[in-house]
């Protein structure tokens, strides 16, 4: 059975820095990887789509990685911002269905 | 701006009524999931429909949830009877049809008191 780690659950930055959050996955056979953003009380706003044959996907500050075989998944956040402050989800997409495995999120807080 | 919506974005109700959310996904999008957000429990995927067929119902609770998709432009998720336990946020997301990346609505926050 398919799970999805996100550590650390929570953090806590100085605007200005550079920061990476990471989601890992226990089965390597996934179709694709999605990461969000969810805001208090909002829905999920999607970030950044990454193929299973993709190794990377960049929209403005936010780059994400994936290694399949290890089963990781990285977002980088460049120049954190007061604005990046949300709780970040990412989701894995079983091959064979179109189901989508959810993590529990890590909480950033980026201070002014 | 194309966005999913969902009806009613707030519901408190008494245990034992029914209730009916609504979600109308982004127009071309053929998957439709209904999820359930917790404090404890995170994101649940309750159910999903591809191309209106339920391909998936296995988180949702048989004896007092139902999941429907009358046409393709409305998908409805009914608890009858309600319990408190049922209190949650219900989010609908609508896949595209290509990648199936995942667009989620505004969300349903019910109360059941």
């Known amino acids: 059975k398919q799970e999805v780690t996100q550590i650390p659950a929570a953090l806590s930055v100085p605007e200005g820095e550079n920061l990476v959050l990471n989601c890992s996955f226990t089965?390597?056979?996934?179709?694709?990887l999605q990461w969000f953003r969810q805001d208090p009380g909002k829905g999920l706003t999607s970030l950044l789509l990454?193929?299973?044959?993709?190794r990377e996907q960049t929209s403005g500050r936010l780059n994400a990685s994936l290694d399949k075989s290890s089963g990781r998944s990285t977002l980088y956040i460049a120049a954190s911002q007061p604005g990046d402050s949300a709780t970040y989800l990412c989701?894995?997409?079983?091959?064979?269905?179109?189901?989508?495995?959810f993590g529990t999120g890590t909480r950033l807080k980026v201070l002014a | 701006d194309a966005r999913v919506t969902q009806t009613p974005r707030h519901k408190v109700t008494e245990m034992g009524q029914e209730v009916t959310m609504r979600c109308q996904p982004i127009?071309?999008?053929?998957?439709v999931f209904w999820y359930r957000q917790t404090m404890m429990q995170g994101l649940e995927l309750l159910a999903y429909?591809?191309?209106?067929?339920?391909?998936?119902d296995s988180g949702m609770p048989k004896d007092r949830f139902s999941a429907e998709m009358p046409d393709a432009t409305l998908a409805t998720l009914k608890i009858q009877p309600s319990e408190p336990r049922d209190s949650a946020v219900y989010f609908c997301?609508?896949?595209?049809?290509?990648?199936?990346?995942?667009?989620f609505g505004p969300g349903t926050r019910l109360t059941v008191l």
């Open positions: 089965d390597s056979a996934i179709y694709n």
């Open positions: 990454i193929q299973s044959s993709q």
């Open positions: 989701a894995v997409r079983e091959s064979g269905t179109y189901k989508y495995i």
């Open positions: 997301a609508s896949g595209d049809p290509i990648n199936n990346e995942q667009f």
């Open positions: 127009l071309g999008h053929n998957t």
């Open positions: 429909f591809r191309n209106r067929a339920p391909l998936d």
